[in-house]
Nanobody, 124 residues
Framework: VQLQASGGGLVQPGGSLRLVCTAS????????MAWFRQGPGKDREFVGV????????YYADSVKGRFTISRDSAKNTVTLQMNSLKPEDTAVYYC??????????????????WGQGPQVTVSS
């Protein structure tokens, strides 16, 4: 499956952005879909994941209550809505797909497919 993420950009602290990841070439409903991010000089970090049927989502503590993941099976898309953004949210964001068992998987190496994500910069 191929993943292509879009959105991102520059936003002031407290602002909002939305990222969209579009999947193609696979059966979208068979994948748990996640977002990760990687800030300058940092390891890739788990942001959140949504289950195959969209019924469950799990978030990193650092974004809980501010970020929301949703998916649209008709469009084969997964969306990351980011509110109340902070400078520490600055990173390149990646979407990822995983077909294996288990839902709340936070380890990057356990994901099968990756899309190159957009840069998100939070700065005044």
């Amino acid at each position: 499956v191929q993943l292509q993420a879009s959105g991102g950009g520059l936003v002031q602290p407290g602002g909002s952005l939305r990222l969209v990841c579009t999947a193609s070439g696979g059966t979208f409903s068979t994948y748990n879909m996640a977002w990760f991010r990687q800030g300058p000089g940092k390891d890739r970090e788990f942001v959140g994941v949504i289950s195959r049927n969209g019924g469950s989502a799990y978030y990193a503590d650092s974004v809980k209550g501010r970020f929301t993941i949703s998916r649209d099976s008709a469009k084969n898309t997964v969306t990351l809505q980011m509110n109340s953004l902070k400078p520490e949210d600055t990173a390149v964001y990646y979407c990822a797909a995983r077909s294996g068992s288990g839902f709340a998987v936070t380890t990057p190496v356990r994901y099968d497919y990756w899309g190159q994500g957009p840069q998100v910069t939070v700065s005044s």
